[in-house]
Protein backbone atom coordinates (compact mmCIF):
# COMPACT_ATOMS: atom_id res chain seq x y z
CA UNK A 1 0.00 0.00 0.00
CA UNK A 2 0.61 3.29 -0.55
CA UNK A 3 1.74 6.25 2.04
CA UNK A 4 -1.47 7.92 2.11
CA UNK A 5 -3.60 4.28 2.38
CA UNK A 6 -1.11 3.23 5.45
CA UNK A 7 -1.55 6.98 7.30
CA UNK A 8 -5.48 6.01 6.94
CA UNK A 9 -5.10 2.56 8.52
CA UNK A 10 -2.91 4.32 11.44
CA UNK A 11 -5.56 7.47 11.48
CA UNK A 12 -8.53 4.76 12.07
CA UNK A 13 -6.78 2.70 14.62
CA UNK A 14 -6.32 6.15 16.29
CA UNK A 15 -9.70 7.37 16.04
CA UNK A 16 -11.10 3.66 16.98
CA UNK A 17 -8.78 3.93 20.00
CA UNK A 18 -9.58 7.78 20.83
CA UNK A 19 -13.34 6.56 20.51
CA UNK A 20 -13.33 4.55 23.13
CA UNK A 21 -11.37 6.15 25.13
CA UNK A 22 -14.01 9.18 25.44
CA UNK A 23 -16.84 6.69 25.59
CA UNK A 24 -16.11 4.17 28.21
CA UNK A 25 -16.41 6.54 31.66
CA UNK A 26 -19.58 8.35 30.33
CA UNK A 27 -20.90 5.36 28.59
CA UNK A 28 -20.72 3.36 31.40
CA UNK A 29 -22.44 5.93 34.13
CA UNK A 30 -25.23 6.54 31.51
CA UNK A 31 -25.62 2.81 31.17
CA UNK A 32 -26.34 2.62 35.02
CA UNK A 33 -29.10 5.59 34.75
CA UNK A 34 -30.90 4.22 32.67
CA UNK A 35 -30.75 0.49 33.86
CA UNK A 36 -31.11 1.52 37.33
CA UNK A 37 -33.13 4.92 37.78
CA UNK A 38 -36.47 5.70 36.70
CA UNK A 39 -37.17 9.72 36.41
CA UNK A 40 -39.42 11.58 34.54
CA UNK A 41 -37.85 12.36 30.70
CA UNK A 42 -35.94 9.25 30.97
CA UNK A 43 -37.55 8.17 27.90
CA UNK A 44 -36.64 11.62 26.06
CA UNK A 45 -32.76 10.69 27.44
CA UNK A 46 -33.05 7.08 25.99
CA UNK A 47 -34.15 9.00 22.72
CA UNK A 48 -31.44 10.97 22.24
CA UNK A 49 -28.96 8.53 23.68
CA UNK A 50 -29.94 6.31 21.06
CA UNK A 51 -30.68 8.34 18.38
CA UNK A 52 -27.16 8.53 16.35
CA UNK A 53 -28.08 4.63 15.34
CA UNK A 54 -31.22 5.49 13.42
CA UNK A 55 -30.34 8.87 11.72
CA UNK A 56 -27.90 9.28 8.83
CA UNK A 57 -24.35 9.88 9.98
CA UNK A 58 -24.23 12.84 8.05
CA UNK A 59 -26.70 14.11 9.64
CA UNK A 60 -25.07 13.79 13.21
CA UNK A 61 -21.90 15.03 10.81
CA UNK A 62 -24.10 18.09 10.19
CA UNK A 63 -25.08 18.71 13.68
CA UNK A 64 -21.66 18.63 15.40
CA UNK A 65 -20.52 21.25 12.48
CA UNK A 66 -23.15 23.49 13.94
CA UNK A 67 -22.53 23.03 17.49
CA UNK A 68 -18.38 23.23 17.18
CA UNK A 69 -18.00 25.73 13.75
CA UNK A 70 -16.35 29.14 15.41
CA UNK A 71 -20.19 30.72 14.92
CA UNK A 72 -21.79 28.72 17.54
CA UNK A 73 -21.49 29.91 21.41
CA UNK A 74 -19.63 26.38 22.00
CA UNK A 75 -17.43 26.43 18.99
CA UNK A 76 -16.78 30.04 19.50
CA UNK A 77 -15.55 29.51 22.97
CA UNK A 78 -13.30 26.71 22.59
CA UNK A 79 -11.80 28.59 19.14
CA UNK A 80 -11.11 31.85 21.51
CA UNK A 81 -8.85 29.55 24.41
CA UNK A 82 -7.06 28.17 21.02
CA UNK A 83 -8.99 24.64 20.66
CA UNK A 84 -10.05 24.07 17.35
CA UNK A 85 -12.36 21.19 16.66
CA UNK A 86 -13.78 21.11 12.91
CA UNK A 87 -11.51 20.02 10.51
CA UNK A 88 -9.20 18.33 12.93
CA UNK A 89 -8.08 14.95 13.42
CA UNK A 90 -9.92 15.56 17.14
CA UNK A 91 -13.23 16.39 15.52
CA UNK A 92 -13.14 13.21 13.38
CA UNK A 93 -12.43 11.14 16.96
CA UNK A 94 -15.11 13.23 18.61
CA UNK A 95 -17.86 12.05 15.79
CA UNK A 96 -15.98 8.40 15.80
CA UNK A 97 -17.06 8.94 19.63
CA UNK A 98 -20.66 10.11 19.15
CA UNK A 99 -21.29 7.71 16.65
CA UNK A 100 -20.32 4.46 19.02
CA UNK A 101 -21.21 5.61 21.76
CA UNK A 102 -25.19 4.42 21.71
CA UNK A 103 -23.70 0.62 20.90
CA UNK A 104 -21.44 0.47 24.06
CA UNK A 105 -23.92 2.05 26.34
CA UNK A 106 -27.04 -0.20 24.57
CA UNK A 107 -24.75 -3.21 25.24
CA UNK A 108 -22.96 -2.24 29.26
CA UNK A 109 -27.08 -1.30 30.04
CA UNK A 110 -28.13 -5.03 29.07
CA UNK A 111 -25.35 -7.06 30.99
CA UNK A 112 -26.36 -4.65 34.05
CA UNK A 113 -30.13 -5.32 33.63
CA UNK A 114 -28.83 -8.92 33.89
CA UNK A 115 -27.19 -8.39 37.35
CA UNK A 116 -29.40 -9.40 40.31
CA UNK A 117 -29.76 -6.33 42.41
CA UNK A 118 -30.24 -8.71 45.59
CA UNK A 119 -26.23 -9.31 45.20
CA UNK A 120 -25.69 -5.32 45.75
CA UNK A 121 -27.73 -5.23 48.41
CA UNK A 122 -26.67 -8.23 50.26
CA UNK A 123 -22.74 -5.96 49.56
CA UNK A 124 -24.19 -3.50 51.42
CA UNK A 125 -25.24 -5.40 53.94
CA UNK A 126 -21.69 -6.52 54.68
CA UNK A 127 -21.09 -2.80 54.88
CA UNK A 128 -20.30 -1.85 51.72
CA UNK A 129 -21.60 1.57 50.70
CA UNK A 130 -23.13 2.33 47.32
CA UNK A 131 -20.04 3.44 45.78
CA UNK A 132 -17.98 0.43 47.10
CA UNK A 133 -20.19 -2.14 46.32
CA UNK A 134 -20.36 -0.13 42.68
CA UNK A 135 -16.67 -1.46 41.83
CA UNK A 136 -16.43 -4.32 43.96
CA UNK A 137 -19.53 -5.87 42.44
CA UNK A 138 -21.58 -4.41 39.60
CA UNK A 139 -18.71 -3.39 37.59
CA UNK A 140 -16.75 -6.64 37.82
CA UNK A 141 -19.96 -8.89 37.04
CA UNK A 142 -20.39 -6.26 34.09
CA UNK A 143 -16.90 -6.49 33.19
CA UNK A 144 -18.18 -9.16 29.60
CA UNK A 145 -20.50 -6.39 28.77
CA UNK A 146 -18.55 -3.54 28.73
CA UNK A 147 -15.50 -5.09 26.94
CA UNK A 148 -18.26 -6.29 24.49
CA UNK A 149 -19.35 -2.74 24.54
CA UNK A 150 -16.01 -1.10 24.04
CA UNK A 151 -15.19 -3.71 20.86
CA UNK A 152 -18.49 -2.38 19.36
CA UNK A 153 -17.58 1.41 19.89
CA UNK A 154 -14.18 0.41 18.27
CA UNK A 155 -15.19 -1.19 15.37
CA UNK A 156 -17.85 1.22 14.69
CA UNK A 157 -15.47 4.38 15.26
CA UNK A 158 -13.19 1.96 12.69
CA UNK A 159 -15.59 1.93 9.82
CA UNK A 160 -17.45 5.48 10.12
CA UNK A 161 -17.77 7.28 6.96
CA UNK A 162 -20.20 9.67 7.40
CA UNK A 163 -20.02 12.01 10.18
CA UNK A 164 -16.11 12.11 10.12
CA UNK A 165 -16.83 12.71 5.89
CA UNK A 166 -18.37 16.11 7.87
CA UNK A 167 -15.88 17.26 9.62
CA UNK A 168 -12.60 16.21 8.31
CA UNK A 169 -10.44 18.44 5.81
CA UNK A 170 -10.36 15.23 3.50
CA UNK A 171 -6.59 16.36 3.48
CA UNK A 172 -3.88 13.96 3.37
CA UNK A 173 -3.51 12.65 7.29
CA UNK A 174 -6.99 13.27 7.79
CA UNK A 175 -8.35 10.44 5.93
CA UNK A 176 -9.53 7.31 7.42
CA UNK A 177 -10.22 3.84 5.73
CA UNK A 178 -13.30 4.47 4.48
CA UNK A 179 -12.50 8.35 3.72
CA UNK A 180 -9.88 6.66 1.41
CA UNK A 181 -11.77 3.98 0.09
CA UNK A 182 -14.23 6.21 -1.32
CA UNK A 183 -11.39 8.63 -2.60
CA UNK A 184 -9.52 6.11 -4.44
CA UNK A 185 -13.09 4.32 -5.64
CA UNK A 186 -13.68 7.86 -7.56
CA UNK A 187 -10.47 7.46 -9.40
CA UNK A 188 -9.80 5.22 -12.18
CA UNK A 189 -6.73 2.59 -11.56
CA UNK A 190 -6.89 1.97 -8.00
CA UNK A 191 -8.82 -0.69 -7.63
CA UNK A 192 -6.03 -2.62 -6.31
CA UNK A 193 -5.88 -0.31 -3.26
CA UNK A 194 -9.55 -0.42 -2.55
CA UNK A 195 -9.55 -4.07 -2.23
CA UNK A 196 -6.55 -3.97 0.01
CA UNK A 197 -8.05 -1.21 2.44
CA UNK A 198 -11.39 -3.12 2.38
CA UNK A 199 -9.45 -6.33 3.14
CA UNK A 200 -6.90 -4.47 6.11
CA UNK A 201 -11.00 -3.34 7.82
CA UNK A 202 -12.54 -6.75 7.54
CA UNK A 203 -9.36 -8.64 8.90
CA UNK A 204 -8.66 -5.33 12.07
CA UNK A 205 -12.56 -5.88 12.77
CA UNK A 206 -12.55 -9.26 13.08
CA UNK A 207 -9.06 -9.42 15.16
CA UNK A 208 -11.11 -7.44 17.38
CA UNK A 209 -14.02 -9.09 17.43
CA UNK A 210 -11.89 -11.93 18.26
CA UNK A 211 -10.14 -10.74 21.24
CA UNK A 212 -13.28 -9.75 22.67
CA UNK A 213 -15.16 -13.03 22.87
CA UNK A 214 -11.45 -14.44 23.85
CA UNK A 215 -11.65 -12.11 26.87
CA UNK A 216 -15.06 -12.51 27.52
CA UNK A 217 -14.76 -16.37 27.86
CA UNK A 218 -11.91 -16.21 30.24
CA UNK A 219 -13.65 -13.69 32.20
CA UNK A 220 -16.57 -15.67 32.66
CA UNK A 221 -14.29 -19.05 32.97
CA UNK A 222 -12.23 -17.12 35.97
CA UNK A 223 -15.73 -16.07 37.83
CA UNK A 224 -16.79 -19.51 37.45
CA UNK A 225 -14.13 -21.00 39.02
CA UNK A 226 -13.43 -18.38 41.60
CA UNK A 227 -17.60 -19.02 42.36
CA UNK A 228 -17.25 -22.89 42.76
CA UNK A 229 -13.34 -23.22 43.51
CA UNK A 230 -12.92 -25.88 40.84
CA UNK A 231 -12.68 -25.38 36.83
CA UNK A 232 -15.48 -26.07 34.63
Known amino acids: ?41 KSVLEALVFLPLVLPPVVTGYFLLRLFSQNSFLGGFLAGIG ?33 DPRLEQAARTLGCSKLSSLFSVTLPLAWPGIVAGSVLCFARALGEFGATAMVSA ?3 GQRTIALEIFRYYQSPGHEETVVRLALVSIGLSMVALAASEALIRKTTRLRFEKMSGEKP
Do not use: Q, Y
Request: hydrophobic share 60%.
Open 170 to 172: GTP
Open 1 to 41: MNEPAISAVGLSLAMGLCAVGLDLVPGIVMALILARRSFPG
Open 83 to 115: IKIIFTPAGMALAAAVMGFPLLVRTVRAWLENI
